[in-house]
């Protein structure tokens, strides 16, 4: 597999990777001081958008059974 990891195997899901621990809204806000911040959702319209805008066709960016169910 060029882009440098194992190539997976359909039949089989894909491994989840390690969650970092949550942090608290003090923490947050600490991190935050100085800086704009802004909430932002994106959704299944946008993420295409933005794929096509930078020609990024992988299929876990068109397809949602894949992205959730082979990938992970």
Same mark, same amino acid.
Request: glycine residues 4%.
């Given at each position: 597999?060029?882009? +440098?990891?194992?190539?997976?195997?359909?039949?089989?899901?894909?491994? *989840?990777?390690?969650?970092?621990?949550?942090?608290?809204?003090?923490?947050?806000?600490?991190?935050?001081?100085?800086?704009?911040?802004?909430? +932002?959702?994106?959704?299944?319209?946008? *993420? +295409?958008?933005?794929?096509? *805008?930078? +020609?990024?066709?992988?299929?876990?960016?068109?397809? *949602?059974?894949?992205?959730?169910?082979?990938?992970?």
């Amino acid at each position: 597999n060029w882009v +440098f990891r194992e190539a997976l195997d359909p039949s089989k899901k894909a491994k *989840l990777p390690i969650k970092p621990a949550e942090l608290s809204q003090s923490q947050l806000d600490e991190q935050a001081q100085g800086m704009v911040v802004r909430d +932002f959702n994106r959704d299944v319209v946008q *993420l +295409f958008r933005m794929s096509a *805008l930078t +020609f990024n066709g992988h299929r876990i960016h068109y397809d *949602l059974p894949w992205a959730t169910d082979v990938e992970g």
